[in-house]
């Protein structure tokens, strides 16, 4: 019986008390005693509790909208969002900078869904993929036969957006001409189709977003001054995911629900050593890249469990190297992150300390050493067995 199991362990027991306390008003720490709970209980328990708190942070997630989610608004993205609910509200203009892959534009669709045009439309233009002849037409429209192929009249960007926001993304693709229009419809709100006569007012949120250095492209003469000052009112820097590695837990179950949900694929949540694999890469895809890693990832193990390792290319031994701790910033003493370590060389072997398959191969230590330390550090592997 597993009451009499947890009777006979009073140690346990005590701990496990502790943990209640401290999980109590905590979302996350239900998950934390529920593990520890399972690793009381032994192997069976344990992996029934680590599928249900799978199967928990899946809902957790689909409630919160799988597309919608700004994964980290709490964390590594909570001074963008304090910036992005300050900006919201006041109509001013935009301009979103950071490295590819970072989030722009989740972030720029934020600042529309928190502004009070919220109801209207919001566009997204990508001014880098548009030939430079047809931006002016593209952006303000263009009257009927005011060039060859112009057969018949065309509302631009501008006025599509009327009473909402347009994205400008990659305004640094911008050339020259286009942006000295674009700086009188800021100015004064105002523009003319291409070849029309009649000024047209519209009530458009400007909102802009480059991964460029545009200030060093005003000082090279490929973006203009005047226009910059303009659309730089209100600059929101995003951090490289390489500087928030505290979102990547989450941003990692985030997107394996989104692989599994497209694959039709139960889903699996990376343990301690992927999330120190994943902690220890330098992402210069950033978020878009480590989605398409955790699919990769997800594809790899079918369903049974996400192959990280081998979605980043890294050998086990190598993995080995990587030191769990850099999954969890808080731990502080060497004893605790050798501690870490150890036990998630365990997770990863199954609890298996010796073979080819065993923890002490991927720690690249003798099997005798490893059990010393463990016994030294209160390790105990068997709490490890009995995974998938
Ligand atoms: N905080 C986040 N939470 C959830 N998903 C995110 C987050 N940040 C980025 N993503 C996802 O990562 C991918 C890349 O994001 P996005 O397109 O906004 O990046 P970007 O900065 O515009 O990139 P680029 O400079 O290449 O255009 C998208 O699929 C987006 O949904
Ligand atoms: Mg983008």
Redesign the pocket.
Known sequence: MASDEIKQNSGDMKALEALAVQCTGSDSGIEDFLAELGNTLGPGARQLVMRLIEERTAFRIKRAGLNE?????EEG?REVMAAVRQVARADAPVLIL??????????ARAVHTHSRRANGAFLRVNCGAIPPELIDSELFGHERGSFTGAVGTRKGWFERADGGTLFL??IGELPLAAQVRLLRVLQDGSFQRVGGERSLNVDVRLVA?T?RDLRQAVRDGGFREDLWFRVAVFPIP?PPLRERLQ?IPA?AA?FSLRAADRLGLPPRMPDAVDLALLAAYPWPG???EL?SVIERAAILGDGRRLEVARALGVSPPLAALVSPQLANPTSTSLEDSIRQHIEAALSHCHGRVEGPFGAAKLLDLNPHTLRSKMRKLGVAGKRFRGGD
Do not use: F, P, S, Y
Request: glycine share 14%; charged share 25%; proline share 0%.
């Open positions: 989610a700004i994964v980290g608004a993205l950071g490295e590819t892959g970072t989030g722009k534009e989740v972030v993304d990659e977003a991964n995003l979102d941003l985030h950033n978020v878009r989605a």
